[in-house]
């Protein structure tokens, strides 16, 4: 199994990017993906999910309304669209993927991942 992030890079405040995560080896339709991202210092957190065929989403409170999750099951392919970014924002972004959620999106944690992407730097200059 692979997954692929893409995307990154360094944009100014207020930029915009589209993060991409392609998967392979797997049923891709099968799994709940995800995002997280670590900052220097900080712990792995959860930015955002979308469930097996997209029906339901969620956000962490620090990107609601700026953040946007698709998915392409056809493409094998999860998408998070970046927008006012900020500064705050800066950080490694990791796509990672998980065929059973307990409860919700919402308490999932990096641990109880089933695969992982080996992420993509976003960087966001003042």
């Known amino acids: 199994v692979q997954l692929q992030a893409s995307g990154g890079g360094l944009v100014q405040a207020g930029g915009s990017l589209r993060l991409s995560c392609a998967g392979s080896?797997?049923?891709?339709?099968?799994?709940?993906m995800v995002w997280f991202r670590q900052a220097p210092g900080k712990e792995r957190e959860l930015m955002s999910g979308i469930t097996w065929s997209g029906g339901n989403t969620y956000y962490a409170d620090s990107v609601k309304g700026r953040f946007t999750i698709s998915r392409d099951n056809a493409k094998n392919t999860v998408y998070l669209q970046m927008n006012s970014l900020k500064p705050d924002d800066t950080a490694v972004y990791y796509c990672?993927?998980?065929?059973?959620?307990?409860?919700?999106?919402?308490?999932?944690?990096?641990?109880?991942?089933?695969?992982w992407g080996k992420g993509t730097q976003v960087t966001v200059s003042s």
């Open positions: 080896g797997l049923t891709f339709s099968n799994y709940v």
């Open positions: 990672a993927a998980v065929k059973i959620i307990p409860r919700s999106i919402a308490t999932l944690k990096p641990g109880g991942m089933d695969y």
